[in-house]
């Protein structure tokens, strides 16, 4: 480790801010204990982590070494890349879709300037603090056999459509899908009306003297105006459908079958009920993996479209 | 900007309709939280409050929160105090190895608890911390250090370096700069922490799953999925066990939710 060149701050901080009076040592006693802390229940089960996929282990008696087996499983295993499609499915879910509706209802709000706007953020935004397992469950009675989605198909005499959204093979997955998008669009919403409250008003006026519309002012003003903030809603999204665990384990439990299964799902299924140690492992460390690799690439792409 | 009074129509309209989608499913499980449990209650009138005291008692809510509050407080308050001072150091300081070790913590953010619960688990259980408040709450404060800790140093790279500098000139040591003057004026900052992490606890559901195997610690989530797998007859009671665990969380967030909007939206890894 070398000290880092500061000479680019633009700050103006203190010149060696850690001298004079201070100590070498001050910047290090006060980072210590939440470095301790940090590394023995972060950074050294993620490396245990690394060191366990490893090995072929049921939790029990001795294990044996495989090698890049488990990872290679990843591709080989059905039920693992069915968990990996799912995953995919639920980034449109979770991230896409949300920043679709996210990107008109900010520009419909942000445009009108409609009253009741912060009245309208703080319900949108509601969904971000509900514990997902309240939310699994009240989403598990309106997908119910006689749950609210079922009473309104039936009241519009749809009753052809009704089923059990839950225990349906096709169903399933998009059911669940759109919980998260129910949850996720809010704060995507919320965080793209902050961006567009940044774009100057003259920006608007101009466009409108050029006689631009509604929607050409939407693709060639405000989406390009709020590319920053797509990036983070883009970002947190993803992670945060990729992250998603309790919603599984509380409204499917991956079934039927394996239709609704996600690689989070697998890693708790694995290590605690059939014995796969080494591959939950694997599979917890490739998460993380590609979680690094999509924020990277998203914060990558948004920076040279710039 | 003017706009035309159709499209100020359909503007609401939007409105409106986005609040309702949202809403519905809020409104539902509270709706079914007061209706009548059974058909012996269903005689009775269609209005239930006691459903609340019904489902705290047979889903032993009482010691389930007892227990979501005591890994709270351990998480936010070990968090709060570790992330304020490695924070300072990182936002006010210059070392050897500064850089490395900020980026250590930042890892942190991204690591989803799926990475690290396989081997905390067996190692703990080793060690037979499983089942005890620590297995529950220290990982969980490891991973609100890494994002407190990069939200403080945010912060206190803020802050204007003249307002140490005078007081280092004053004769104050670092510590007491942090505790009489920069804590008091970061209080925005540091409740909007605190609001984070205590949310962020309190919904946290696979790490007390895994940690308490005996159901000894568990957390209220933990109770709701626990009382959901017991509890089949009827949703009312269900539904309201779910309102009193969001309930919590829902009431600080309408009580302070520009800390909350500001600190999810700002708390966004950008580097």
Known sequence: MRASPKESRTTGAPRNASGRRGHAA??????????????????????????????????????TFVGFGNYTELFTDDRLRAAFGHALAFIIFFAVIPCGIGLVLAAVLTRSKARGLSLFRTLVFLPQVIAMVVVSVAFKQIYAPDGLLNSALRSIGL???????????????PAVGLIGSWVSTGLVTVLLLAGMAKIPT???????????????????????????????????????????????????????????TVPSYEVYRRAFET??????A???????????LITLAVNRISERGA | MRVSPSERTLNYAILIFFSVVVLTPVFSIVVTAFA????????????????????????????????????????VSLALVLSVMAGYAFGTMRFRGEQVL??????????????????LFFDLRTFGLTDTPWAVALPQVAQSIAFGTYWMR????????SIMDAARVDGASKGRILVSILVPMGRPAITTMIVLMFMWTWNEFLIPLVMSPSGEFRTAPLGLAFFQGQYTQGTALLAAAAVMVALPVVILYFLMQRHFIRGMLEGAVKE
Do not use: C
């Open chain 1, 275 to 280: 014995g796969q140690v080494g591959s939950a």
């Open chain 1, 159 to 173: 009753d052809s459509l009704t089923r059990a959204w839950l225990g349906d093979y096709v169903f399933s997955l």
């Open chain 2, 102 to 119: 900020f980026y250590l913590f930042l890892l942190g953010i991204m690591v989803p608890s799926e990475a690290i619960i396989v081997p």
């Open chain 2, 36 to 75: 009548p449990a059974n058909a012996a209650a269903a005689r009775a009138g269609a209005f239930h409050p006691e459903n609340f005291a019904q489902a705290w008692v047979q889903g032993r809510f009482g010691t389930y929160m007892a227990t979501s509050v005591l890994i709270a407080v351990i998480v």
């Open chain 1, 26 to 63: 001050t910047p290090y006693l006060f980072i210590a204990p939440a470095f301790i802390l940090y590394a023995a229940f972060m950074l050294y089960p993620l490396a245990r982590s690394v060191h366990l996929s490893l090995f072929a282990w049921d939790g029990l008696t001795l294990a």
């Open chain 2, 154 to 161: 945010a912060y206190f790279k803020s802050v204007s370096p």
């Open chain 1, 282 to 292: 694997a599979i917890g460390v490739t998460l993380s993996i590609i979680i690094f």
């Open chain 1, 202 to 260: 003259e920006l608007f006026e101009a466009a409108r003297l050029d006689g631009a519309g509604a929607v050409r002012e939407f693709i060639f003003i405000i989406v390009p105006s709020v590319r920053a903030e797509l990036t983070v809603a883009l970002t947190l999204t993803i992670v945060a459908s990729l992250k998603t665990f309790d919603l599984i384990y509380m409204t499917t439990a991956g079934g039927p079958g394996s239709s609704t």
